[in-house]
């Protein structure tokens, strides 16, 4: 519970706040919160935590399975190629961790589980943490190409 007076965080048990000693008061209770596209949601108002929050991402939760499949065709035809057979794994399985967030976003909004909220928010930190790295690595060998081409002109000029 916070308080209203000093803003300090107490127990949600707590009646007296345990930094300046004003008294605490429980919170209203929650209004109903319903979604911008109420016919979207078959009637159903959204009044939990783990709905409000997740409402977003499970909007896009079609574009994150789309995206996911994209990436997982994509390193099936990586694949074929001779030097993709090495690097073919990497966005396949980034497709898959999509496609499970989206699906585990999905089930959370659906069935109000913040373990499932939780799950997926850890398949999409996974995704964007790879995917950065991933990324990285591709710019720092391209400016080492780079460089190597420049250094390789530079001296068949001589």
């Not at 009044?47 to 990436?71: D, N």
């Not at 850890?122 to 990324?135: D, E, H, Q």
Request: aromatic share 12%; with cysteine; charged share 10%.
């Amino acid at each position: 519970m916070i308080c209203r007076q000093c803003g300090s965080n107490n127990w949600d048990q707590a009646t007296i706040c345990g930094a300046c000693g004003a008294r605490l008061f429980a919170a209203p209770a929650p209004t109903a919160w319903q979604p911008p596209n109420a016919a979207a949601y078959q009637g159903q108002y959204v009044t939990s935590y783990v709905q409000r929050v997740a409402e977003p991402l499970y909007r896009a939760k079609g574009w994150m399975k789309f995206i996911g499949v994209l990436t997982i065709i994509y390193g099936g035809l990586l694949v074929l190629s001779l030097s993709g057979i090495i690097l073919a794994w990497l966005p396949i399985w980034l497709g898959i961790v999509l496609c499970s967030a989206s699906s585990k976003i999905g089930l959370a909004f659906e069935t109000d589980n913040e373990n499932e909220f939780h799950a997926s928010l850890k398949n999409l930190a996974t995704y964007f943490r790879v995917a950065g790295i991933a990324t990285l690595v591709i710019i720092i060998l391209g400016v080492i190409a780079l460089l190597g081409a420049i250094a390789y002109w530079s001296t068949q000029r001589r």
